[in-house]
């Protein structure tokens, strides 16, 4: 079998799909494993460790370029491929990343059409078993990290308290809204740099997990959602449910130093929680970092945010809205998302060949388009209504 390493052709993507260790490690099952060359360099892994491990590397030119998608049986990628390299994969073949399907229809024709199986790693279901393939988390929990150091850099205090000769310098506050793996991460980084951290969820079980890392829950007399009937998930809000929280949470925005937004709902537009006329009522030189930055949706969960950009407001709160942050962080970021496909792989293999199996509950969610058809039901109802 043999897997392909394309490079990523996305000017802000610094990560790579699959690290030396990991091609070491499909080396020892038997594949094949082909490199682009410069495929991990922005991710500090060169192509002569590619090769040490056991892979061949080749040029990225444009004819080269061109075998890596169609000789391979597998192809392992970060973000969608264009629609030119899609349809350079062969029947049969196996596609491997994080694809957004929802977004892009076109892709997911050509996939199909060419009888490519495409499976779309966030899809991975949120199953004990499924753990050690979960893109969403292992990526999540490196952007929280990343968010709270681009706070600390921009906020105009220090985080920790510091009795001085020269006076007491009292602590940052943190609030951080959304406690997924991204905020838990958020959370903890913070309380380990000193600032006094505070947290919202609307999903009731997460108090405890907040608790547990030394940080405050923010309790809002709002309807909390029960996980086990959201699948860890949190569910979209009702418009009233939204604006109630919105203005519930406004006191705790207002008076943080440092605003950390996490909170997103699976395959939909980020919900709305921090109004414009909210953030002119934060402190000068407080700093938003909004993680649900969304460029479908031109902002994130605060209405200000500009996806992808950094942008100062007239009362001199800085928002960060930029995008991947775990590609600030390449080198961890490309090991744990290289482990997640390795992990996957091994569920998949049978020897030298790839068996799909559409009636295994973590297959089911992740494989979007397989022999010619469209057969993930999510992607489907979206797709063709």
């Given at each position: ?187 903890a980084t913070a309380k380990r ?113 500009k996806p992808g950009e950094v ?75």
């Open positions: 079998m043999k897997l392909s390493v394309p490079k990523q052709t996305n000017q802000d993507e610094t990560r790579v799909a699959m690290t030396a260790q990991a091609v070491k490690k499909l080396v020892g099952l038997g594949v094949q494993v082909v490199v682009e060359s410069g495929a991990g360099l922005a991710a500090h892994i060169d192509d002569d460790a590619y090769k040490k491990a056991g892979a061949s590397v080749v040029p990225a030119d444009g004819e080269a370029t061109a075998q890596v998608w169609a000789d391979a049986d597998v192809v392992a990628v970060i973000n969608p491929p264009t629609q030119a390299q899609a349809s350079a994969m062969k029947s049969g073949a196996l596609l491997v990343g994080m694809l957004a399907p929802l977004a892009n229809a076109d892709l997911i024709k050509t996939l199909s059409d060419n009888k490519v199986t495409a499976v779309s790693l966030e899809f991975i279901p949120r199953i004990s078993r499924a753990q050690a393939m979960d893109v969403l988390s292992s990526q999540a929990n490196i952007g929280g990290y990343k968010a709270v150091l681009l706070a600390a850099d921009k906020c105009p205090k220090m985080f920790p308290m510091m009795i001085t000769a020269a006076g007491t310098i009292a602590p940052a506050r943190v609030f951080v809204i959304g406690v997924g793996v991204a905020g838990l991460q958020a959370i740099m000193g600032a006094i951290v505070e947290a919202y969820d609307v999903r009731a079980v997460t108090k405890e997990q907040v608790l547990s890392l030394g940080a405050r829950f923010v309790e809002l007399p709002t309807a909390a959602q029960d996980d086990a009937e959201t699948g860890g998930y949190a569910k979209e809000q009702t418009e009233e449910e939204r604006k109630q929280q919105a203005e519930l949470m406004a006191k705790h925005v207002t008076g943080a130093d440092v605003v950390i937004t996490t909170a997103a709902i699976f395959g939909k537009a980020p919900p709305l929680l921090i109004p414009a006329d909210v953030v002119k009522d934060m402190r000068e030189g407080a700093i938003l970092v909004d993680m649900a930055a969304d460029t479908a949706a031109g902002r994130g969960n605060c209405e200000l945010t942008t100062v407001t007239d009362n001199d709160v800085t928002i960060i809205g930029t995008q991947n942050l775990p590609g600030l962080v390449p080198g961890d970021a490309s090991s744990v998302y290289a482990n997640n496909v390795l992990n996957f792989l091994k569920e998949v293999m049978d020897e030298a060949n790839i068996k799909i199996d559409l009636t295994d509950e973590l297959q089911q969610g992740a494989v979007i388009t397989h022999d010619g058809l469209l057969v993930n039901e999510m992607v489907k109802e979206k797709l063709e209504h």
